[in-house]
């Protein structure tokens, strides 16, 4: 038998007050109508039943609307109790929402103050409430009595000594909560039952709603590199991670790689993916790179596409890939997440976000070399990774050791670019506004790019006319870089090109002329600072779909003529006839997401929202009302 004790509720479908059982729920009918339903007009009271029975069946939703649309219709409403204080807690489809009962509280369930965390944290309000998103919410468990828990440092605490008494039926339900810079943590608040029955009836009800939720993943093949950054992947997984996808019931299959390329190569031809909701890997971004030439390849060889052909229209990834940050620069998890934190990864991992993710390809003489998605740099940025790849066994304060050398050596190198400007979108690389979860910029440019054909393979297809939108640059580079996406990352947390898109089928391409030490110093430190790197005369910057690149040593006279009348696809013929080709070690090579291209000429097209991640871009900060969360651990 249920429980009886009445709730004082104000409906606004019949704007009456009524006495209710503890327990209420509006018919599902009444709410989505906007009309009175015959419980509701005789007295606003509802009965508590099953979920199954007053869910609506998909076909039932006439409006087409979404959960997150309508945010009132309210499934369950009790009076509970959170650490011996009584709370009106209710949950809908898409909120579960809990507020402290004051003399005076006459409910309104209909207008809930939305109370996402805030910062800075300020002194908890007991009037205040509190709601978090159906979507964000972890796990729900049924505490038992007397039932202990770990704590975060180890230890375990009786739940009976939190809530200070014996508190008789209680679940807890664990979600996001967020932190400053970013920064997702995993709360939670437990609610003490009058009935067994009631708590059984929360904690079937939430499983219910969070069952529904289908773009959350329940398998996951996850690969660590023991070897990234400063060699804490395993522990990082371990004492982390592992935990969370495990209280999520998320299960797993860990993979710890025992040399380079273990990863990729078990992707491309061992791994039952079809058994695997999406992949993990913790490691750097050389770790990601290995996931993503793995994937990418078994993708199009289960396609029946030929990976190597430049030619080929190339079939997306689906499967996502999370990223658990445990690298030396670890840009690609910063620039999606905002952070590079291995608990808010896991986090998003286990919500179920989705990022989709431009992907460049490098091809050399019509043949693949590599997939890049965060920085292709030659010069500067490729003798940095060359010098620091030495100095490994220093794990990430390689990189500043190799930059403050490199930045003295001071070479420059001289070479063509020739680049297809990405014509007639939203956005340019001087833009103020940045990239962020949900870009308005991402969709748009996405849908100017006919279905299942790139832009450029569109321009081949039109031959001679398409050669005019080329544009060819020659001269000395200090660097010259191709940012797919801002290469954000704490050294510089507004990146490489802060303006450029994840998911928009474009590269920004940097080029930094020749300049005295003094000057390149100038546009290094703008990196770090609010002011404008490419503002300085010695740099400019191009939004591209596709470049190529040819080092100076590789050109010769002849062919210089030849592609100063328009006819670009020499530089293939020029590269394979030119035996110093991309080997010679006095020239720069190219650092390719952290790794080293065997060949300098290459030729670099971008493939709009190619793979997926486990992200969902970096959050704008908002304004919330107030959340002090007393319960959050
Ligand atoms: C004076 C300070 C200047 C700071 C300039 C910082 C610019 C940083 C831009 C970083 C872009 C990173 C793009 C990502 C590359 C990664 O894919 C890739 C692989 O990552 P993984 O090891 O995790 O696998 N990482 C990298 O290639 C590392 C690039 C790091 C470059 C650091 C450069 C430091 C430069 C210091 C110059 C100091 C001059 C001082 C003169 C007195
Ligand atoms: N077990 C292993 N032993 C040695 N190298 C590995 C192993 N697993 C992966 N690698 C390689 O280590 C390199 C660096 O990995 P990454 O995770 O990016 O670390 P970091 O950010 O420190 O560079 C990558 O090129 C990757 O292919
Ligand atoms: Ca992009």
Known sequence: MLPQS?????????????????????????????????ATTSGGVGVLSSLAEETPAEGQEQDGQTQMERPGRMLLLSELRVRNAAYDVSLSRSVLTWKRRTSSTV??????????????????DPGVGHTVSVSEILSVREEEENSSRRRDDGSWKKIKEREGKDCGPAFTVSYVERSPHHR??????????????????WVSSIREQLATIVSRPKRLLVYINPYSGKRQGKRI???????????????????????????????????ELQKFDGVVCVGGDGMFSEIIHGLIWRTQIDGGVDPNCPEEALIPCTLRIGIIPAGSTDCICFATVGTNDPVTSALHIIVGDSQPMDVCSVHH????????????????????????????????????????????????YEGTVSYLPAKGIMGTPRDAARCRSGCVVCQHNRQLLPEKAEMYEVDE?????????????????????????????????????????????????????K???????????????????????????????????????????????????????????????????????AYSSWNCDGEILNH????????????????????????????PNPCAI
């Open 6 to 38: 009445r709730l004082h509720l104000t409906c606004r479908s019949c704007q009456a007050q009524a006495r209710a059982p503890r327990s209420y729920h509006h018919q599902a009918q009444t709410v989505v109508r906007g009309a009175p339903s015959p």
């Open 107 to 124: 409910y309104h369930p209909f207008r809930p103050r939305f109370c996402v965390p805030s910062f800075p944290r300020r002194r908890p």
């Open 184 to 201: 997702w943590r995993c709360a939670e608040v437990t609610f003490a039952c009058p009935e067994e029955a009631l708590c059984q009836h």
């Open 237 to 271: 997984y371990e004492r982390k991670v592992a935990p969370l996808f495990s209280q999520a019931g998320v299960s797993t299959h860990v993979i710890v790689t025992e040399r380079a390329n273990y990863a990729r190569d078990h992707l491309k031809t061992g791994a």
């Open 365 to 412: 003489n019509n043949a693949f070399l590599q997939y890049s998605v965060s920085l292709l740099g030659y010069g500067f940025y490729g003798d940095v990774l060359t010098d620091s790849e030495k100095k490994r066994w220093m794990g990430p304060a390689r990189y500043d050791l190799s930059g403050v050398k490199m930045f003295l050596t001071h070479h420059y």
């Open 461 to 513: 297809a039109s031959g001679s006319e398409s050669d005019s939108e080329w544009r060819t640059l020659r001269g000395k580079f200090l660097a010259i870089n191709a940012a797919s996406m801002s290469c954000a990352c704490p050294r510089s947390p507004k990146g490489l090109s802060p303006a450029a898109h994840l998911a928009d089928g474009t590269t920004d391409l940097i080029l930094v002329r």
């Open 515 to 585: 300049c005295s030490r003094f000057d390149f110093l100038r546009h290094l430190l703008r990196h770090t600072s609010k002011d404008d790197q490419f503002d300085l005369a010695f740099v400019e910057v191009h939004r591209v779909r596709r470049f190529r690149f040819t080092p100076r040593h590789c050109q010769s006279d002849s062919d210089l003529d030849l592609r100063e009348n328009g006819k670009h696809q020499i530089f293939s013929q020029i590269c394979r006839d030119h035996p110093a080709c991309g080997c010679a070690p």
């Open 600 to 627: 300098t000429a290459i030729d670099v097209r971008v493939h709009c929202q190619f793979i997926q991640l486990f992200a969902r871009g970096i959050e704008e900060p908002k304004v919330f009302e107030e959340l």
